[in-house]
């Protein structure tokens, strides 16, 4: 059985996907970005404060299902400037405190021309 996992306290799809989908004991979150739900505008400019957001993004959506920080298994991250993945790191690192398994990629542009975009996948017994 899948459920889609929609959250008031984290951003609308700005596409045609569901911000998640349970699938069993798996939660596949789809990549958010640094979009504040309360205003629906990116936050500042900042590597760290756009972090920041998208893990509050995150918590918001795994909070919905159930889920916490420390049930995420996998993240992939889209950065638009592998220059920021010392900063980036640093926010992740205080929030993903279990260490997921996670790939990293500096890409050459992401949606509404953000900083940073993470997915994750998690898993609950």
């Known amino acids: 059985m899948k459920t889609i996992i ?7 799809a700005v596409g ?10 798996f939660l596949f979150l789809s990549g958010a970005i640094p979009i504040d ?6 936050v500042e400019k900042d590597i760290r404060v756009q972090t920041k957001q998208v893990l509050k993004n995150i918590d918001a959506i795994l ?3 159930g889920y ?7 993240t992939t991250c889209y950065l638009a400037d ?14 993903f405190v ?9 890409v050459k542009d992401l949606p509404k021309a953000v900083m940073v975009e993470v997915e994750a996948i998690a898993y609950k017994e």
């Open 82 to 95: 592998i220059n920021d993945f010392g900063a980036f790191n640093e926010v992740y690192a205080e929030y």
């Open 16 to 25: 045609p996907y569901s911000q998640a989908i349970k699938a069993g004991n």
């Open 63 to 65: 909070k919905e299902a």
């Open 68 to 74: 916490e920080e420390k049930d995420v298994v996998k």
């Open 37 to 42: 739900p309360v205003t629906n505008e990116q």
């Open 6 to 12: 929609h959250s008031e306290n984290a951003p609308k």
């Open 98 to 106: 279990n260490k997921p398994a996670r790939s990293c990629f500096a």
